[in-house]
């Protein structure tokens, strides 16, 4: 670990840099710059927010190769994004505080926004990201502030908005598999009142897996989005923002490798995979039989965003439409047979109205207060392919409704110039259907007795602290509480009992932090967590006593989980940026009775099932405990050019896993290095990239559908290319 570490910094050092079309020129100045951030509803920077907080500048992003959510978990600290079974369901874990769930209709634990607009249905945050102004890591429970309730904490995106002079651009970097990306965009004003901004993004190639048999290459990114913004400012009271954008992806599905463990063949090479699967399920999944794991997703939508100056209180109305109509096609035997292969038809439709009321002004009081209204629809199908395994094809369909209504708050007093106080609520009622559920084979049905009902009516909120030490550190302390709603297991099952709906989960979150400005050149953030986790949602078996023992979705009654984080940025000389951060959490089950499904038995007289029940009090949480990352980079100049080096590196913890120490993902370190010039003040640059630069194998999870193939997903391996990019 240490050796890795003076290695990566040592590159950074030497100047392998990231490339960025738009970067630090060569400067004397070493201050570093107040971070503008609307994490509270309003702009303030962030050294200013009593939250634990990381924000990533667009530039950044873009260099360090960051195109999808699930890349944040290695630029901040504490956040895990797995892709289950490496596919398009991503469980969202921040401070430990997560969901494994490889269904599509439950909520994430962890909201994710785009331009103040939730998704909350995880699959949906899938898309490529793109002319991005920054995103903004909220740790902790949120909800007295935003739109939906979270127990992990929140992702915001906030895009690019239309510029008052004309600019444009265009990025492109082609790299090692084939791999290419162009990002473009136009942006200036229409008329006096009307700008505009239009943007897009495509990559294509980067295939960097075989076929164990055949040879025939996979992985290739071949995915489309483009986003449309329409700014009115009709007088210095009113501002409407008109958002549309759509997105295609019909790239190749990640594939799996077998692991070397009893009773099975290894794959020897780490990029080895293999896929097939009978005649019957390609017919009724729509595919041939010999098609690769891929997906042919279609995802658009659009809002309006409205601020209406009041004097006293600005008003804001989010009205927002979303929709995702998901084809995924998966081998998760990894094998040529079909022994567990699957297919995901999945159509959501996501309608949302916020209205929220914030005020204006000087004065010892502030507050924001709010409504929010969302209703989503999902037609859902997942086909199994169990014909060389267990005999049969399973074909599970269901429709799911959630509307949610709900209430927030939050009010901030000035007890003195330094002393504030915090006082946050929130309401929600939530109802949850399940309609139309079933498992069929061979077109009979198995079970159809699938309509289920749950409903949410829950407080949250959050009372706090934030005292100013002096005019550069900040002292805070918050005690909150989230709530994740409830919900249905909605697997291949012949038994009713499974889709019955499991309870909301809460976390009483208690933290103190600080954050200071100990120089002009030197930042240190760094917070303290306990976590009081009540029902904590956790995959598991219940035993039915007529059908035996089931696979679902249940509550452990009471766990904890408590943590720290550091962030450091420093400019020690001019020219040189560092920045560090550092996590480390740990959980345990407080209270939890879970059912040993190996000890399943039924009684020969009674014919009823019965099983043993462990007591995992005292056990650990299945999280990697520690990450750390940190980047370094140096800007000088060279003549009439800059030029700017530096490389940023993550280290994640072991996972264990609940199934067993062979799905243990062991700890890992990833670093990225790369190299730009451009002229002083010039449109244009150059650039040389790398990624996970040291070929580090590493696994993105470990899991097994059926016990017959047992897999990994692994991580991509070293890549590497240029990028040239032009703007005015």
């Keep these: 670990m240490i050796k890795r570490l003076l290695i990566g910094t040592a590159v950074g050092a030497l100047g392998v840099a990231f490339a960025s079309g738009a970067y630090a020129q060569a400067t004397n100045n070493t201050e570093l710059e107040q971070v503008i951030v609307t994490a509270q509803r309003r702009e303030q920077s962030a050294q200013d927010v009593g939250v634990a907080l990381s924000v990533l500048s667009g530039e950044t992003l873009e260099a360090r190769g960051v195109t999808n959510v699930n890349q944040l978990q290695f630029q901040t600290p504490s956040l895990e994004v797995i892709p289950a079974f490496g596919g398009g369901q991503p469980q969202f ?377 002096d005019d550069n550190v900040l002292l805070y302390a918050n005690v909150s509480r989230g709530v994740k709603s409830g919900g249905f297991t909605v697997y291949n099952s012949p038994q009713s009992d499974q889709i019955n709906a499991f309870q909301p989960e809460v976390v009483w979150a208690y933290e103190a932090g600080f954050k200071g400005d100990l120089a002009p050149n030197l930042r240190l953030n760094g917070s303290a967590f306990y976590y009081d986790y009540r029902n904590q949602q956790v995959l598991a078996v219940v035993i039915n006593p007529t059908n035996g023992a089931i696979g679902r979705i249940t509550n452990a009654p009471k766990s904890e989980i408590f943590g720290a984080e550091l962030e450091l940025q420093w400019s020690p000389v001019p020219g040189l940026q560092i920045t560090q951060n550092a996590g480390f959490k740990k959980g345990t089950y407080k209270e939890f009775d879970d059912v040993d499904a190996n000890t399943a038995v039924r009684n020969p007289t009674t014919g009823l099932w019965s099983a043993q029940t462990i007591d995992r009090a005292g056990q650990r949480l299945n999280f990697p405990r520690l990450s750390y990352g940190g980047s370094v980079s140096y800007t000088w100049a060279v003549g009439d050019f800059d030029v700017q080096a530096a490389t940023d590196y993550a280290y994640r913890d072991t996972a264990t896993s609940f199934l067993g120490t062979e799905f243990t993902v062991d700890s890992f370190w990833l670093a990225n290095a790369n190299l730009t010039i451009q002229p002083k003040d010039g449109p244009w640059s150059l650039g040389l990239w790398g990624r996970n630069i040291f070929n580090e194998k590493y696994d993105v999870t470990r899991n097994y559908f059926l016990a017959s193939a047992k897999i990994g997903a692994a991580g991509r391996p070293a890549t590497y290319g240029v990028r040239a990019s032009y703007a005015f």
């Design 93 to 469: 874990r921040l401070r430990g505080v997560g969901f494994d769930d490889y269904a599509t209709n439950n909520t994430p634990t962890v909201g994710v926004y785009v331009d103040e607009v939730a998704y909350p249905v995880p699959a949906a945050t899938q898309g490529v990201l793109f002319d991005i102004a920054r995103v903004e890591v909220l740790r902790g429970p949120q909800g007295t502030l935003y739109g939906r309730n979270t127990t992990g904490g929140a992702i915001n995106f906030i895009t690019n908005r239309p510029t008052d002079q004309l600019s444009a651009g265009i990025v492109g970097e082609y790299g090692r598999f084939g791999s290419a990306k162009v990002e473009g965009f136009i942006s200036g004003p229409l008329s006096a009142t009307l700008k505009g901004r239009l943007s897009a993004v495509t990559e294509q190639g980067g295939a960097w897996q075989r076929n164990r048999t055949t040879s025939e290459k996979l992985g290739d990114a071949d995915r489309t989005a483009v986003r449309g913004q329409l700014q009115w400012t009709p007088s210095d009271k009113v501002d409407v923002l008109l958002n549309a954008h759509y997105g295609r992806d019909k790239s190749d599905g990640q594939g799996l490798y077998l692991l070397n463990v009893p009773g099975q063949t290894a794959d020897t090479r780490y990029n080895a995979t293999g896929w097939g699967r009978s005649a019957a399920f390609a017919a009724l999944a729509g595919v041939t039989a010999t098609e690769a794991p891929s997906r042919n997703n279609e995802s658009g939508g659009g809002a309006i965003t409205a601020n209406i100056d009041l004097g006293f209180a600005k008003l804001t109305s989010i009205s927002s439409y979303e929709t995702l109509k998901r084809r995924e096609l998966n081998d998760w035997d990894a094998k040529p047979t079909s022994e567990s292969d699957t297919f995901w038809g999945s159509d959501v439709d996501i309608y949302s109205q916020e209205l929220r009321l914030a005020s204006q002004g000087p004065g010892p009081l502030s507050w924001v207060a709010g409504a929010y209204y969302s209703r989503q629809t999902l037609d859902e199908t997942f086909l199994t392919d169990f014909t060389q395994s267990l005999g049969f094809i399973t074909d599970t369909g269901y429709r799911q409704t959630v509307e949610s209504l709900s209430g927030f708050g939050q009010l901030e007093y000035a007890v003195t110039p330094r002393l504030k106080a915090i006082l946050g609520a929130r309401y929600e009622h939530e109802e949850r259907d399940l309609e139309n559920f079933a498992t069929k084979i061979g077109g009979a049905p198995l079970f159809n007795n699938g309509d289920r009902h749950t409903s949410l009516n829950e407080w949250s909120g959050k009372a706090g602290f934030e005292f100013q030490a």
